[in-house]
C-alpha cells in the first residue's frame, strides 16, 4: 500500500526528532508537512491523499497524542501558601490604614514563547525545556481607598 511507506518514513523522523531535540515542539501541522514531503520523496508522479484525518489514523497507530508542554518544575509547598496567607499576611496588613493600601498587578507579555502543546508518545512526559523569558512587561495599580 502506498501509504506504509510514509507511514514507515514518517514514524522514523517523528522518532529521530523525539530523540534528537525532546524539547521542540512538533504539532499537527509540522507532522502534516513532514507526510507530505515524504509522499512526495516517494512518490513524484502520483502523490497518495495525505490530510489531517490521515495524520489522525497515524497518531492513533503509533500511540501519539497532543500533550501540553511543561519548563521547568517548580517545588513550591501548597501548605507554605496557605500558611503564610493566614498568620504573616494578616498581621501585616493591620498595621495599614486602607488608603495606604495598594493592589499591583503585573502583566508579561511573551513575545518568543514556543507553543506550550506539542505531540509526543503517550508513554513520554514533555519537560525539560528552557521556556523563553524575553517579554515585555506592564504594571498595573489600584488603590484601596475611595
Known amino acids: 500500500m502506498k ?5 514507515q518514513g514518517l514514524i522514523h ?9 525532546p524539547t521542540v515542539p512538533i504539532d499537527q501541522g509540522v507532522l502534516l508537512e513532514k507526510a507530505k ?13 495525505v490530510n489531517l484525518s490521515w495524520i489522525g489514523r497515524f497518531k492513533m497507530r503509533h500511540g501519539i497524542s ?3 508542554f511543561h519548563g ?4 513550591v509547598q501548597p501548605n507554605s501558601i ?23 498587578d503585573k502583566l508579561g507579555l511573551f513575545w518568543k514563547l514556543m507553543p506550550n502543546r506539542m ?4 508513554n ?16 498595573l495599580d489600584e488603590s484601596c481607598h475611595y
Open 124 to 139: 513520554l512526559k514533555c519537560s525539560g525545556g528552557k521556556k523563553s523569558k524575553e517579554r515585555l512587561t506592564f504594571l
Open 66 to 68: 497532543s500533550k501540553v
Open 119 to 122: 505531540l509526543a508518545f503517550k
Open 72 to 75: 521547568e518544575a517548580g517545588a
Open 13 to 21: 523522523w517523528f522518532t529521530q526528532q523525539q530523540t534528537l531535540f
Open 37 to 49: 514531503e515524504i509522499a512526495q520523496l516517494h512518490y513524484p508522479d502520483h502523490l497518495p491523499h
Open 82 to 104: 496557605a500558611d503564610w496567607c493566614d498568620t504573616l499576611l494578616k498581621r501585616i496588613l493591620e498595621s495599614y490604614k486602607p488608603k495606604e493600601i495598594f493592589n499591583v
Open 3 to 7: 501509504s506504509d511507506l510514509i507511514d
